[in-house]
């Protein structure tokens, strides 16, 4: 059995142009507010201003960036934005589409911490309930140039099964195939009786 492709992820260039665009509205909006409206009202259009162009930088960023963000290859998977460790596809105690985005629950967290600040910075902003929203490592499905089943798929396929599991995966195909060839067998049997 041949060892499937690495499968790789970039940052889509379509859908980072679609948060380009909304977040630049939003930046407009403010900066319209901020010049036009007088007062508290004006000031609140410049904070608005001010923060909607926190993620607009991110995302141009992220437009310009063609490196992989995600590989799934060799039974490890490395995710830029997290760290530029790869991390081994056995260290998943699970993971799961939530909300648009996957999220990785490992068995060891301190083994593969998030390294990149500002990860680091996000998740220490959502303090208690960080782990339970973002999981141990995340990424958003709404940012790559692939779909969250095709990741799931490429977890899948990668993982190496230890003996153990290969074994029971024999055993059940076994097994399987027996009772199909015991469901058969009647049908089998079962011949149309000549008509008299």
């Excluded at 690495?6 to 900066?31: E, N």
């Excluded at 608005?48 to 290859?73: M, N, S, W």
């Excluded at 290969?166 to 049997?189: I, N, Q, S, T, Y």
Aim: contains cysteine; aromatic residues 12%; charged residues 25%.
């Amino acid at each position: 059995m041949t060892a499937p492709k690495p499968f790789k992820a970039r940052y889509s260039v379509p859908k980072m142009l679609g948060w380009v665009a909304l977040t630049t509205v939003l930046v407009a909006f403010c900066v319209f507010i901020a010049i036009d409206a007088p007062g508290i009202v004006g000031l609140a259009g410049a904070v608005g201003a001010a923060v909607f162009a926190i993620p607009l930088a991110i995302f141009l960023r992220k437009l310009f960036d063609r490196r992989v963000q995600l590989q799934i290859a060799d039974n490890t998977f490395f995710l830029r934005p997290h760290s530029d460790k790869r991390i081994s596809l056995r260290s998943i105690k699970n993971f799961r589409i939530l909300d648009g985005r996957i999220i990785f629950l490992f068995y060891k967290p301190s083994k593969y911490p998030i390294e990149k600040p500002l990860r680091r910075l996000i998740y220490r902003m959502n303090g208690a309930q960080a782990r339970q929203f973002f999981g141990d490592a995340w990424m958003w499905t709404s940012q790559y140039d692939c779909t969250a089943a095709e990741i799931m798929d490429g977890v899948n396929a990668h993982i190496e099964l230890t003996e153990f599991e290969k074994d029971m995966l024999e055993r059940k195909k076994v097994m399987l195939a027996g009772l199909d060839a015991e469901a058969e067998l009647p049908a089998a049997e079962e011949s149309p009786s000549p008509r008299t």
